[in-house]
């Protein structure tokens, strides 16, 4: 059977019709059809160490009581990292009767602390008492070791030990005394002993009654 144009039209028609039929039912499947569930882990909120928070210490004044041979005693307040001679100084120095080299003067102060200057006439030591050997006539001035047997310490044959029974000599100040002696002979006499660098007069004062350059 022979179709004429006309049928050609409809049938073409009729195609395109089933055909974007077709394609409308997918859509709509397409989109009735739920969309699949996306599972995504959560992430861990990142950890912060807290900042620990840094609390300056207490800085605050120290109270010191300076007691002794200087001239205004008293409770001084001084600043942090102060020393003893911040203290001395405070108090108004050394009193002339003083006793300086009893005093360490670059020790750290403290809160609290008590800083006594003694006096040169605390200072002063006892002189060594002698043993005579029997049948030593007391009134002759033998020596034994670097002490006369009056109690008296030549400073001209005296040993280390001997200088460091007198008042205000240590270790280094005796060892002063021996060098300057080995260098420059024996002392004519007592007063000579202040050539040696670091004892002037309140030093010599203090030992005087306790020293002899006799034999």
Do not use: C
């Amino acid at each position: 059977m022979k179709i004429g144009w006309g049928g050609l039209v409809i049938a073409g028609v009729a195609g395109l019709l089933v055909a974007g039929m077709g394609f409308w039912l997918a859509t709509m499947r397409n989109r009735m059809q739920p969309a699949p569930i996306e599972i995504i882990p959560a992430q861990a909120e990142p950890t912060t160490a807290p900042i620990p928070s840094i609390v300056p210490p207490t800085v605050g004044p120290m109270h010191v009581y300076v007691s002794g041979a200087v001239k205004h005693p008293a409770v001084y307040e001084l600043p942090p990292g102060s020393i003893i001679d911040d203290a001395v100084r405070a108090a108004g120095g050394f009193a002339a009767d003083a006793d300086p080299a009893a005093v360490n003067l670059a020790q750290p102060a403290a809160d609290g602390m008590q800083i006594h200057v003694p006096l040169l006439a605390e200072a002063i030591a006892t002189p060594p008492p002698i043993s005579l050997p029997p049948g030593t006539d007391p009134t002759t001035a033998v020596r034994m070791g670097g002490i006369t047997v009056g109690g008296l310490i030549n400073i001209n044959t005296a040993t280390q030990a001997d200088l460091e029974m007198l008042p205000g000599i240590g270790p280094t100040m005796a060892a002063n005394i021996i060098a300057h002696r080995e260098a420059n002979g024996p002392f004519a006499t007592i007063e000579a002993i202040m050539d040696v660098p670091g004892i002037g007069d309140g030093k010599f004062e203090a030992m005087k009654a306790l020293i002899t350059v006799g034999p």
